[in-house]
C-alpha cells in the first residue's frame, strides 16, 4: 500500500505486514489530507516500511538511514519523525524545532526539549485542560517569523504517567488513548485541544523546563536570553540548513520572546504556574537577545609573554555570535554550532591571537585575585580541552610562545 500525504515529494510504501503501522500514522496524523494507493513499483517512494520477524524496519530509500522498531507504536513514532523532516524540507524558511508548543491566548508557548523533563506528559496534560496543543515532540516553525506550523499530530506521553499525576488525569488519557504499546501511548485530546494541520501562531514564549525529583512547590522564573536561544538552536534538527543562518533567525526570534524556567514536581502546579504566567501577553516585559560585547575590555588586552607551552589559536572558518554573557560559534567546515560560557567566551576573546596556556592562566589569575590560581589553571586547562576536541582550536607549534 502506498501513503501520499499532502506536502512530501513522494508517497509512503507499507508492505502488507506492515498495515497496522499504516493505520497507526492515519490515526495520529490528525487532518494530514493523505490518500491511500494500491502498491505499484513504478511509482517511487522516499520511505518503506516492512517487517522483519519481530520488528518493524523503518527505512528511507533517499538515503542511507534505517531504522529498527520493537513495537508498531516506535514504529509509528519513528515514521512520523521522517515525515515531518521530510515536510519541511520542501521549503527554505522552515525550521523542525524538536519542542512543545502550547497556544495561550493567540501564541504560542515553546518547550524546547531536555533529558526527562516530562515534556510530552506536560503537554498531554495542558490539553486535558482545554489548552490546544500545537506539537509535543516537532514543530514546523518559519524561521523568518516565529510562526508555528501545527502537524497535527497527537500528544505521546510516557507510561505508566507519573506517581503523582491526579486521578483525574490518569482517566483523562485512560480514556482518551488512541494507540499505546505500554511504553508510549498517543493520546487524543479531542478537537478542542489539538491543532490541525497547517494551522499556526507565532511564538510568544520560550519556557525551559526543570523537573525535580523530590516534592517542591512549582515556580517560574526569568531565564536569560542566551540560555533560551541555546536550547532553541540546539533543538533545531534540520542539520543541512547553514548554522549561521539558523543562529541568527532564532537569536532574532529570541530578541522578541519572554524568555522563563519552569521549576516544578507535579503537572498540577506546573499548569498553575504556566495559566498564571500567561493569563495575559506583556511582552514589554519580554527579555530581549541582542548581540553583546561580552567582554568588553577585551580590545584593550595587553598580550604579555610568560613562559613557554601549548600555543593555541582559533581553527580556520569558525565564526562567533554574542548574545549575553554567552557566546555561540559556528564551524562552517562541520555547519555545527557550540556554546560558549562566559569563561569560554573569554578564553576565546584572548585567542585573537596565538597565545600559549601560561599567559592565559596569568590573564585569569589577575583578573580574579579572589580566585585560587590552580582552579583557575584546571578550568581553563578544561575548557581548552574541549575546544581541541571539539575542532574549535588548533595547536600553533611554529609562533613564538607568549
Keep these: 500500500m502506498l501513503l501520499q500525504l499532502q506536502g512530501l515529494p513522494a508517497r509512503i510504501e507499507f508492505c502488507p505486514d506492515s498495515s497496522v503501522v499504516a493505520d497507526g ?30 520488528d518493524t524496519i523503518v527505512r528511507r530509500t533517499d538515503c542511507a538511514w534505517e531504522t529498527r522498531e520493537p513495537s508498531h507504536v516506535s514504529a509509528v513514532c519513528s515514521a512520523i519523525v521522517e515525515i515531518v523532516e521530510a515536510y519541511v524540507t520542501q521549503s527554505d524558511r522552515l525550521g523542525a524545532l524538536h519542542a512543545g508548543a502550547v497556544a495561550f491566548d493567540g501564541r504560542l508557548v515553546l518547550f524546547p526539549a531536555s ?5 510530552s506528559t506536560l503537554m498531554t496534560r495542558l490539553a486535558a485542560g482545554g489548552h490546544k496543543v500545537f506539537s509535543d515532540d516537532l ?19 510516557r507510561l505508566p504517567l507519573p506517581a503523582n499525576a491526579t486521578p483525574e488525569f490518569s482517566s483523562f488519557v485512560q480514556d482518551h488513548l488512541h494507540l499505546t504499546d505500554g511504553y508510549f501511548g498517543y493520546v487524543d485530546p479531542g478537537p478542542a485541544s489539538r491543532a490541525t494541520f497547517g494551522e499556526g501562531l507565532p511564538a510568544g514564549a520560550v519556557v525551559l523546563l526543570s523537573r525535580s525529583e523530590t516534592p517542591c512547590d512549582a515556580r517560574m ?4 536570553p542566551e540560555q533560551a536561544l541555546w536550547a532553541l538552536v540546539s533543538q533545531e534538527t534540520r542539520r543541512a540548513l547553514p548554522a549561521e543562518s539558523v543562529l541568527d533567525s532564532y537569536l532574532h526570534l529570541v530578541g522578541g520572546l519572554k524568555c522563563l524556567r519552569l521549576h516544578y514536581y507535579d503537572l498540577e502546579g506546573a499548569v498553575r504556574c504556566l495559566e498564571g504566567a500567561f493569563a495575559n501577553w506583556d511582552l514589554e516585559d519580554g527579555s530581549t537577545a541582542k548581540p553583546v560585547d561580552a567582554m568588553p575590555a577585551g580590545d584593550e588586552l595587553v598580550i604579555t609573554c610568560n613562559g613557554i607551552g601549548p600555543i593555541y589559536r582559533h581553527a580556520p572558518q569558525t565564526i562567533l555570535r554574542t548574545a549575553g554573557t554567552d557566546g555561540f560559534l559556528i564551524r562552517r567546515e562541520t555547519n555545527e554550532t557550540h556554546n560558549l560560557n562566559q569563561m569560554g567566551l573569554a578564553i576565546w576573546r584572548v585567542l585573537e591571537q596565538p597565545v600559549a ?15 585560587d ?17 571539539l575542532g574549535l582550536l588548533v595547536e600553533d607549534l611554529k609562533q613564538p610562545a607568549c
Design 25 to 54: 500514522v492515519s490515526a495520529v496524523l490528525t487532518g494530514w489530507p493523505m490518500s491511500k494507493q494500491a502498491s505499484n513499483d513504478s511509482e517511487p517512494a522516499f520511505m518503506r516500511i516492512f517487517r522483519d520477524g519481530s
Design 115 to 119: 533529558t526527562r523533563a516530562g515534556k
Design 139 to 157: 514543530l514546523p516553525i518559519e524561521l523568518s517569523t516565529g510562526m508555528g506550523i501545527s502537524t497535527g499530530c497527537l500528544p505521546r506521553p
Design 221 to 224: 522564573e526569568a531565564a536569560t
Design 357 to 371: 596556556v601560561p599567559t592565559i592562566v596569568d590573564l585569569f589569575a589577575e583578573a580574579f585575585p579572589d580566585v
Design 373 to 389: 590560581a590552580t582552579i583557575i589553571a584546571a578550568d581553563i586547562d578544561a575548557t581548552l580541552s574541549r575546544m581541541l576536541e
